[in-house]
């Protein structure tokens, strides 16, 4: 363990010195491509393997990410080296498109920067190394890739450096946030389970018996690291877990201005997320009426919440939305959809479900074989309590299934996988601001009901329908206008944990049990207003650009162009629209 600390130290000098050599004898690369494929080559896909194997990158299978102190260190020289030759790239010549992308390339290296050096999530979050390790082996597990005998010896390979993983956890983490802990310890049986059963299963076929004899000592060797690791958590971390998840106004500003160029003052952006805030309440209310005059809006939502399928349905109705979303972006020209099968539906990993109710795993830019997107969805898990299962199905009520579904596949994150080949740039395919993902996931919940889809025989079966599914849509936008204010206001001290989850359940009509796992989510995820900023963003975006085009205008041709940009911050998409990267909001 302490000879590899030892050597990835010294590589972080040696790159050091070489960089600044290289600089000093002008040996720097004049191409902007070939600056970028360096940093990608030697500053990023090596320190993220298991994103380099989604990626479709699989000569990095093998390993995992370096978490000691002299690998962390050597992580911060590659990126303050490469932030000073992307900040000193001669930009005369540039295009259009490459000087862009300069601007995206630097941020995101003074974003890791912050996080590294400021934030320091590795000294704070103990689940940031057993979630880490646990989705290093399920990216070869579910992704087909090579045979069962290729991604087996990969999944080997990795598990023999995982307790040294859970080794650099013990001697990093430093007095973190109890509720951190706490979410480590909820998530571990999971991840147990996962080692002890689903892996194995998933390489059951495997015959040669060199590699399964490899698998089991790795796999039993890693089952006991985790068991020790959840010992050592639940004795040792837990009690002395006292410290701050608040990663204060200063870093907040920063993050934001560096992922997703948008310098709004914190105090301004309060502002902006309560009035979306209470817009969406008013509409709530408004549309709760129309549904029913006699019954308050509490009431209405109440009966939203039973109108859900069973737990084991939840799958093949999620399913059943997808021929009707596509056919209508189709026929109205929403926007263009790109060939490619449907998204699988399967359950949320186990290592995520604290966290998520639903997301979309897509394969990366450069995936050529392992080509399936994954509709994850988080189903009650076997100790649930009754209240816990009731509480968790009112959240996948008729109304937020057709709002889930919209945002993670049609036209959500599964048609942003299917348009990442028409970006402009390689940099835009791997590098993706979360204002333009998550904000135009959302921005497409309201988009499509503003377009009609919620007319009866449409998307409803009838006017009593289409008023509930709104409701739901609703429900779903005041959910993310409540992380917009609770991520502010926790992160800046002025709320609280449990504040922040009786916030989702007053304020964003949200049930129990999802503002539990919202407010823990906000805890470390601390900028998750992405979504209805970006949303934001993109509606002043379509309006100046219609107020532009004028009778030219046309939605699918707006959206055409916007997505073409690949996912870079919405200034650098109204910079190649209007001409002028101002005036965001």
């Known amino acids: 363990m302490k000879k590899r600390g030892r050597i990835a130290l010294c590589m972080g000098l040696v790159w050091s010195v070489c960089f600044a050599a290289r600089m000093a004898s002008g040996e720097v690369p004049t191409n902007w491509n070939a600056l970028v494929d360096e940093f990608l080559d030697q500053a990023f896909f090596p320190e993220h393997p298991s994103w380099a194997t989604v990626a479709g990158l699989h000569q990095y299978d093998s390993r995992i990410e370096n978490y000691s102190k002299a690998g962390i260190a050597g992580r911060i020289g590659k990126l303050h080296a490469f932030e000073t030759r992307v900040a000193g790239f001669p930009t005369a010549g540039l295009g259009a498109v490459d000087a862009a992308d300069q601007k995206i390339l630097l941020g995101q290296i003074r974003s890791e920067l912050l996080s590294l050096e400021s934030i320091r999530p590795l000294e704070k979050n103990p689940d940031v190394y057993s979630g880490s390790a646990t989705g290093s082996v399920y990216v070869l597990m579910i992704r087909k890739f090579a045979p069962p005998e290729t991604r087996l010896q990969s999944v080997v390979a990795r598990e023999k450096q995982i307790p ?67 010992r050592w958590l639940k004795t040792d971390l837990l009690p ?104 699988l539906l399967i359950e949320t990993p186990p290592f995520m479900r604290a966290t998520t109710t639903a997301s979309m795993d897509t394969p990366g830019p450069f995936e050529a074989k392992a080509t399936e997107s994954y509709f994850d969805v988080t189903l009650p898990a076997p100790g649930d ?122 304020e964003g009509f949200q049930t129990a049990k999802i503002a539990d796992i919202e407010a ?23 309006e100046d650009y219609q107020r532009k085009m004028g009778t030219n ?30 005036g965001v909001l």
Do not use: C
């Not at 389970?193 to 796999?219: C, H, I, Q, R, W």
């Open 385 to 506: 309590s009754p209240e816990e299962v009731a509480s968790l199905m009112e959240g996948f009520n008729i109304g937020t299934i057709f709002s889930t579904s919209t945002h993670e596949t049609y036209p959500g994150h599964y048609l942003q996988y299917l348009w990442t080949p028409r970006a402009p740039s390689k940099l835009r395919k791997i590098l993706q601001a979360n204002t333009n993902v998550e904000g135009w996931a959302h921005y497409s919940e309201q988009m499509m009901v503003e377009q009609g889809y919620l007319k009866p025989g449409i998307g409803a079966k009838d006017k009593r329908e289409a008023g509930f599914i709104h409701l739901g849509q609703l429900q779903d936008a005041l959910l993310r206008d409540s992380r917009f204010v609770v991520g502010l206001e926790m992160h800046t001290g002025n709320m609280s944990f449990a504040e922040a989850k009786t916030f989702f359940v007053k």
């Open 240 to 343: 002395r877990s006292n410290g701050d998840f608040r990663i204060g106004a200063d870093n907040f500003a920063k993050r934001l201005r560096y992922e997703d160029m948008v310098d709004i003052p914190l105090d301004r952006l309060l502002e902006i997320g309560k009035a979306d805030l209470q817009k969406n309440q008013s509409e709530l209310r408004r549309v709760a009426a129309g549904v029913d005059p006699k019954k308050s809006p509490q009431e209405v939502m109440a009966e939203l919440g039973r109108m859900h399928p069973a737990p084991d349905q939840l799958m093949d109705t999620f399913r059943g939305t997808f021929d009707s979303l596509i056919g209508f972006i189709q026929e109205k020209y929403i926007i263009t959809i790109p060939p490619g099968p449907q998204p």
């Open 164 to 230: 040294g993983m859970l080794a650099d956890a013990r001697e990093n983490l430093k007095n973190p946030p109890r509720i951190y802990t706490e979410i480590a310890i909820q998530q571990m049986p999971g991840i147990v389970s996962f080692f002890e059963k689903d892996v194995p299963l998933a390489f059951a076929g495997v015959k040669d018996e060199k590699v399964k004899a490899e698998f089991a000592t790795s796999n039993g060797a890693v089952v006991a690291a985790l068991r020790e690791y959840d």
């Open 553 to 582: 205008f046309v939605l699918g041709k707006f959206h055409d162009e916007f997505m073409g940009q690949g996912f870079p911050p919405i200034a650098i998409v109204r910079q190649a629209l209007l001409g002028d990267a101002s």
């Open 520 to 542: 823990k989510r906000g805890t470390s995820d601390a900028t998750y207003l992405y979504y209805t900023l970006g949303k934001l963003e993109i509606l002043k975006l379509r």
